[in-house]
């Protein structure tokens, strides 16, 4: 039986009223367990390498913003196209897939969605196409990471989780019992934790609002920053297989825009 885990970080406000982020993304990981290893080693040189020393956070808007562990790079930027080289590597190499979801905030206001409703229906979503995922595939159990940020918004996980649980996902004939025995687990992290995977999750995160803003016309400089996220995002995103007919894995949205 192999172990697939599922890793979440979020970016952006989850409130529609909020106006300072145009989209509330939920990102997963999804990494088989035998793998993790391997990315902890690979994310691990980069830190050492750089540091001598690998508890350091692969944050966004730190490496952005050269703040942080990440102010070494202030005054050398051709040291930082080295470090970027190398995390880009990482990422492009590295043995994990991505499921997200994300609602557009203006159109949330338009159909008067609050915070509750945003945080309902993507919880949902993405743990709906991870089940279809792990279900879809033969011995095979999962679990899921969240880095918890509140009690408040964490309990919006616990309901989603408890509602497939119960119900499965009728729609696709996956019963409960099905989801019970191939769900083994939900835990929530804090920051220090440094999970690489929840790392990667933050990184993505900000890729896949930097795809949305491409895909609407956006351009980035191809040496950007921004173009290489976005590139990232784009061939990791969890591929249907091809040439297959009534097969649930065809059922899996990897990018979901819930609204």
């Known amino acids: 039986m192999t172990t697939l885990s599922l890793y979440i970080d979020e970016t952006g406000n989850d409130n529609p009223l909020n106006k300072q982020s145009e989209y509330y993304i939920l990102c997963g990981i999804v990494v088989l367990k035998d793998k993790q290893e391997d990315l ?23 490496i952005q913003r050269n703040q942080k562990d990440f102010i070494l790079f202030n005054q050398n930027p051709t040291f930082k196209d080295e470090f970027l080289k190398d995390l880009f590597k990482l990422l492009n190499s590295g043995p994990f897939k991505i499921l997200s979801c994300v609602v557009n905030k203006d159109k949330a206001r338009e159909k008067g ?22 279900t879809s595939i033969k011995n095979t159990n999962g679990r899921i990471i969240v880095e918890a940020s509140s009690s408040e918004k964490d309990i919006f996980y616990l309901k ?54 491409y895909e609407k016309g956006e351009i980035f400089h191809k040496n950007s920053y921004e173009y290489k996220i976005l590139q ?24 979901e825009l819930i609204i």
């Open 40 to 62: 902890k080693i690979l994310s691990d040189q980069i830190k050492f390498k750089y540091w001598n020393r690998t508890n350091i956070v692969f944050h966004s808007i730190d």
């Open 113 to 134: 969605w609050n915070r509750v409703k945003v945080l309902q229906e993507t919880s949902k979503s993405l743990f709906k196409n991870y089940l279809v995922l792990l």
């Open 160 to 213: 989603a989780l408890s509602y497939f649980l119960t119900n499965g996902i009728y729609s696709l004939k996956i019963d409960s019992s099905m989801v019970r025995s191939r769900l083994t687990s939900i835990s929530f992290v804090s920051k220090k934790n440094n999970d690489i995977e929840e790392q990667i999750a933050d990184l993505i995160a900000y890729g896949i609002k930097c795809y949305l803003e």
């Open 232 to 255: 990232v995002v784009k061939s990791k995103l969890y591929s249907k297989p091809s040439n297959t007919r009534k097969n649930l894995l065809n059922e899996v949205n990897p990018l």
